[in-house]
């Protein structure tokens, strides 16, 4: 069965509008005598079958979708979701061709519709819980108001209710899964169910991004794309953009695993997400090289003079050859302005002097006691004495700290400056100090015993 988005993507160029519906839709299916057996149902009154496509049964709208998108197979313009029927023209003229080859073959068809629920030549309709009109899709009011006017959950079961509904217009929000974080938190197994002032907060954030919901572009195969993403601690977000307008969002939240993922990992995730694909990372990453970083052109287009193909449908006027201008300036402008960016919530490091207590970072969630012996030559380095072992550091991982350690804690002598390039600083990562063992998601790993059975390790 299709989706809003599959037909979205066909509308670039409509202006005029019409959606048809079928009326009572499963009960024009006739069925065959050997198929009224399946539909057979007791009454006090005997036994009784089904003539027609009943309501309420589990094949009833896989039947009916294919029985309805065979009747107007062919006819451009026209997309058919159940028994809602789109169709649509670059003008008016196009359109009333359309359809009246619609109206024709259900004549043909002796496919009955329903007049009170059917708007024809409109500049915007109705259609799928959504507004789809010469500007592109939007959500529709009804829906909204639905959702603002829902009262604060009471249990699990009505926060998934709200989700869900949530859910069904999340494309229109950007980084929903962040967004909703704290509220999902509480709909894992394991979670008591409090309610309080923070999910509150976060409901109300997610109905304030509902009424500021952006109007999406429908997608146009003759202009180039530009795939944004993001991911953060909590979850990822993709976001397809023509002409600097919006075509479509996409967020997931990550599991427990995928939260202990490393950045790199999550770079590969999240092209992944914006692929929709997270089998073949390596295709997400082939449409990610062949999207336009601004006015410095694509990966692909700087490398080989031309874009290349992908599976997003392209037309060949933008597989000619051509070079961006003056791109190591753009090259270094992006990285200005990711710079900027970063240093508007990054605080600055003080310098630390020798003989300073402070707390080292030696493996995943372990930070130990030590002291400062001296700075290197490099930038933001240091050499720190951790458990009677000359280690070097960087100092995001060194943290100055006023606690009194304990008594007799031996750091062992300084070292002077002209030994600099002492041979026995360790430059190892994670040295052998006696603290326990841990996974990446912090499970506790218990010590591998020797082998006692084998004649060369006894």
Same mark, same amino acid.
């Given at each position: 069965?299709?989706?809003?988005?599959?037909?979205?993507?066909?509308?670039?160029?409509?202006?005029?509008?019409?959606?048809?519906?079928?009326?009572?839709?499963?009960?024009?299916?006739?069925?065959?005598?050997?198929?009224?057996?399946?539909?057979?149902?007791?009454?006090?009154?005997?036994?009784?079958?089904?003539?027609?496509?009943?309501?309420?049964?589990?094949?009833?709208?896989?039947?009916?979708?294919?029985?309805?998108?065979?009747?107007?197979?062919?006819?451009?313009?026209?997309?058919?979701?159940?028994?809602?029927?789109?169709?649509?023209?670059?003008?008016?003229?196009?359109?009333?061709?359309?359809?009246?080859?619609?109206?024709?073959?259900?004549?043909?068809?002796?496919?009955?519709?329903?007049?009170?629920?059917?708007?024809?030549?409109?500049?915007?309709?109705?259609?799928?819980?959504?507004?789809?009109?010469?500007?592109?899709?939007?959500?529709?009011?009804?829906?909204?108001?639905?959702?603002?006017?829902?009262?604060?959950?009471?249990?699990?079961?009505?926060?998934?209710?709200?989700?869900?509904?949530?859910?069904?217009?999340?494309?229109?929000?950007?980084?929903?899964?962040?967004?909703?974080?704290?509220?999902?938190?509480?709909?894992?197994?394991?979670?008591?169910?409090?309610?309080?002032?923070?999910?509150?907060?976060?409901?109300?954030?997610?109905?304030?991004?509902?009424?500021?919901?952006?109007?999406?572009?429908?997608?146009?195969?003759?202009?180039?794309?530009?795939?944004?993403?993001?991911?953060?601690?909590?979850?990822?977000?993709?976001?397809?953009?023509?002409?600097?307008?919006?075509?479509?969002?996409?967020?997931?939240?990550?599991?427990?695993?995928?939260?202990?993922?490393?950045?790199?990992?999550?770079?590969?995730?999240?092209?992944?997400?914006?692929?929709?694909?997270?089998?073949?990372?390596?295709?997400?990453?082939?449409?990610?090289?062949?999207? =336009?970083?601004?006015?410095?052109?694509? /990966?692909?287009?700087?490398?080989? %003079? +031309? *874009?290349? $193909?992908?599976? @997003? !449908?392209?037309?060949?006027?933008?597989?000619?050859?051509?070079?961006?201008?003056?791109?190591?300036?753009?090259?270094?402008?992006?990285?200005?302005?990711?710079?900027?960016?970063?240093?508007?919530?990054?605080?600055?490091?003080?310098?630390?002097?020798?003989?300073?207590?402070?707390?080292?970072?030696?493996?995943?969630?372990?930070?130990?006691?030590?002291?400062?012996?001296?700075?290197?030559?490099?930038?933001?380095?240091?050499?720190?004495?951790?458990?009677?072992?000359?280690?070097?550091?960087?100092?995001?991982?060194?943290?100055?700290?006023?606690?009194?350690?304990?008594?007799?804690?031996?750091?062992?002598?300084?070292?002077?400056?002209?030994?600099?390039?002492?041979?026995?600083?360790?430059?190892? =990562?994670?040295?052998?100090?006696?603290? /326990?063992?841990?996974?990446?998601? %912090? +499970? *506790?790993? $218990?010590?591998? @015993? !020797?082998?006692?059975?084998?004649?060369?390790?006894?």
């Amino acid at each position: 069965m299709k989706s809003i988005n599959e037909v979205a993507g066909k509308l670039s160029d409509a202006q005029i509008f019409t959606v048809l519906d079928a009326g009572n839709a499963f009960w024009q299916v006739k069925l065959s005598e050997d198929s009224r057996h399946y539909v057979t149902f007791n009454t006090p009154y005997g036994r009784y079958q089904f003539c027609r496509l009943p309501f309420g049964i589990c094949s009833a709208p896989e039947v009916f979708q294919k029985r309805i998108s065979q009747i107007f197979e062919g006819i451009s313009g026209v997309e058919v979701i159940m028994d809602d029927i789109l169709i649509w023209g670059k003008d008016l003229a196009e359109h009333n061709k359309r359809l009246q080859e619609v109206l024709k073959r259900a004549k043909d068809c002796n496919l009955t519709l329903n007049k009170a629920k059917s708007k024809i030549a409109q500049s915007y309709v109705k259609y799928m819980g959504h507004i789809i009109s010469a500007e592109g899709l939007s959500p529709d009011p009804e829906k909204i108001q639905a959702i603002l006017e829902m009262p604060d959950p009471e249990n699990k079961q009505a926060l998934q209710r709200v989700m869900g509904m949530v859910n069904y217009v999340g494309k229109f929000i950007p980084n929903l899964a962040t967004i909703s974080t704290p509220i999902r938190q509480l709909l894992e197994k394991d979670v008591a169910w409090v309610w309080d002032d923070q999910h509150k907060a976060c409901l109300s954030e997610i109905k304030k991004a509902l009424t500021e919901a952006p109007v999406l572009k429908f997608y146009d195969p003759g202009k180039p794309v530009l795939v944004s993403v993001d991911a953060s601690q909590h979850g990822m977000g993709a976001c397809l953009l023509q002409e600097g307008h919006p075509i479509a969002y996409a967020s997931r939240s990550l599991n427990k695993a995928e939260r202990n993922y490393a950045q790199i990992e999550k770079e590969m995730l999240r092209l992944c997400l914006a692929k929709h694909d997270k089998r073949d990372p390596y295709l997400a990453l082939l449409d990610y090289r062949n999207t =336009p970083q601004g006015d410095a052109g694509s /990966p692909a287009q700087r490398l080989m %003079g +031309r *874009r290349t $193909k992908t599976l @997003l !449908p392209t037309v060949p006027s933008l597989l000619k050859p051509k070079l961006p201008k003056n791109v190591k300036t753009h090259l270094k402008q992006q990285q200005n302005n990711q710079k900027n960016h970063f240093d508007q919530h990054a605080k600055p490091l003080l310098p630390l002097k020798p003989g300073d207590k402070v707390r080292v970072k030696i493996a995943h969630r372990h930070w130990d006691q030590g002291e400062v012996i001296r700075q290197t030559k490099d930038p933001r380095s240091y050499i720190v004495r951790v458990k009677g072992v000359n280690l070097r550091r960087n100092r995001r991982v060194i943290r100055k700290t006023n606690e009194t350690f304990v008594e007799n804690y031996d750091f062992g002598e300084s070292v002077p400056l002209e030994q600099e390039n002492n041979p026995e600083v360790n430059e190892d =990562p994670v040295p052998q100090v006696d603290h /326990p063992r841990t996974s990446r998601s %912090g +499970r *506790r790993l $218990k010590a591998k @015993l !020797p082998c006692t059975t084998c004649p060369s390790c006894a």
